[in-house]
């Protein structure tokens, strides 16, 4: 038990000498600006953003859904009433393809 927590011990200190070391110590103007989606964060913040931007993060979040959504349908599957479970779940995958399809 002792040589195990010396090794992970010799191990973490290894590994953060490592991180110190590693990493460029001269970053650049890129590296040190903030990214804020698209943004220029150094502009006016009274100006529109792009609706395109919006469209895919609502798409994003959309999809997101799908998946939570979905996520017990193989378990449904092995139900005794396993065609309505497929069902809901081809209802689902097509209403989104459809909207998708739309946008």
Do not use: N
Not at 41 to 46: E, I, K, L, Q, Y
Not at 50 to 78: K, N, T
Request: contains cysteine; charged residues 10%; negative net charge.
């Amino acid at each position: 038990m002792l040589m195990f927590f010396s090794i992970t011990a010799l191990l973490s200190v290894i590994l953060a000498l490592i991180c110190f070391w590693l990493p460029l110590t001269s970053p650049d103007t890129e590296k040190l600006s903030p990214y804020e989606c698209g943004f220029d964060p150094h502009g006016s913040a009274r100006l529109p953003y792009s609706m395109r931007f919006f469209l895919v993060a609502i798409l994003f979040l959309l999809f997101d859904l799908e998946i939570a959504l979905l996520l017990p349908a193989p378990w449904a599957l092995q139900l005794h009433s396993s065609i309505v479970a497929f069902m809901w779940a081809s209802t689902l995958i097509i209403l989104l393809t459809l909207g998708l399809a739309y946008e």
